[in-house]
């Protein structure tokens, strides 16, 4: 099972960090991506955690401001979200996906229950 929680309302440039509970076996077996469905649109690939080494891949539309790193004496996954903009408003969802390096939703087959986050101007 996956958890996303940290949502919250931040500001326009503002930063937030959105952690991601899972079962250290869930965090070691599986790719765990993250993605967000703002609203009146398709749910979106934001970034993935590939495993084994961790190594990470992100949407254009973040890259450069999203940063997604593990706490492994916690078993969590986090979401570093820097120098947020108003399209970043969405739920926020981790899933996890036995495929490897996916980017689609339909190859996620464990979903956490999602996250709000508000970017407001």
């Known amino acids: 099972q996956l958890q996303a929680f940290g949502g919250g309302v931040v500001q326009v440039g503002g930063s937030l960090r959105l952690s991601c509970a899972a079962s250290e076996r869930t965090l070691s077996m599986f790719d765990i991506g993250w993605f967000r469905r703002a609203p009146g649109k398709e749910r979106e690939f934001v970034g993935v955690s590939i495993r084994p080494i961790g190594r990470t891949v992100y949407a254009d539309s973040v890259k450069g401001r999203f940063a997604i790193s593990r706490d492994n004496t916690k078993s969590v996954m986090y979401l570093q979200m820097n120098n947020l903009k108003p399209e970043g408003t969405a739920v926020y969802y981790c899933?996890?996906?036995?495929?490897?390096?996916?980017?689609?939703?339909?190859?996620?087959?464990?979903w956490g229950q999602g996250t709000q986050v508000t970017v407001s101007s």
């Open positions: 899933a996890a996906t036995s495929s490897h390096v996916a980017f689609p939703p339909h190859f996620y087959s464990h």
